[in-house]
């Protein structure tokens, strides 16, 4: 994307390039409305990062891999009171990073992920737990080595939202006893 924003200026300015009039106009206009949107989103980050500097919580929430900026502010926005959660796995259902269950006859069976409560912020545990899987062969511990294991056993995708439901567990008991995580030896 990066080589496309340098060579749009380029494009528009080689007049013998084969471009029409219209199709410059319109090609300007839009470069213009990604550079409008891209100092919008320096300018919201900016003010994220702010947010989160000032807020215990969200200081507490970065200290855990996976979560970000954008994670942790969310987080902090949608929980409010991490009182409302009994324990770490029902703050993961609430977040629908938790399997289904269906039983017949006393057997349970667990299938996918049930997908309820909050779809962004959900999709935003995935993203982080899919970044942490990417880079957990890179780490020597006990849950970077049960990460790959976990890896190599169900794939990518599964790793993924496995890591997600553990941090939304890990997100509620750093955020219970207000300390900043720390990993296991």
Sequence with gaps: MSFVRKQI???LEDAE?????????LLSELYDDMEHLDKRIAKLEKKLETIAANNEACQLLLTIPGIGLLSA?????AI????AFKNGREMAAWLGLVPKQQSTGGVPTLLGISKRGDTYLRTLMIHGGRTVV????KHDDR????????????G?????????NKNARIAWAVLTKKEPYKAAA
Excluded: C, H
Excluded at 134 to 137: E, F, G, I, K, Q
């Design 143 to 154: 849950r970077n080595n049960w990460i790959q294991e976990l890896d190599k056993r169900r």
């Design 134 to 137: 990417r880079v957990a062969d």
């Design 9 to 11: 200026p380029l494009i």
């Design 73 to 77: 502010t969310a987080l902090f926005a």
């Design 156 to 164: 990518k995708n599964i790793s993924a939202v496995a890591v997600a």
């Design 17 to 25: 390039n084969g471009l029409t009039v219209l199709f410059r106009e």
């Design 80 to 83: 409010g009171d991490i009182s």
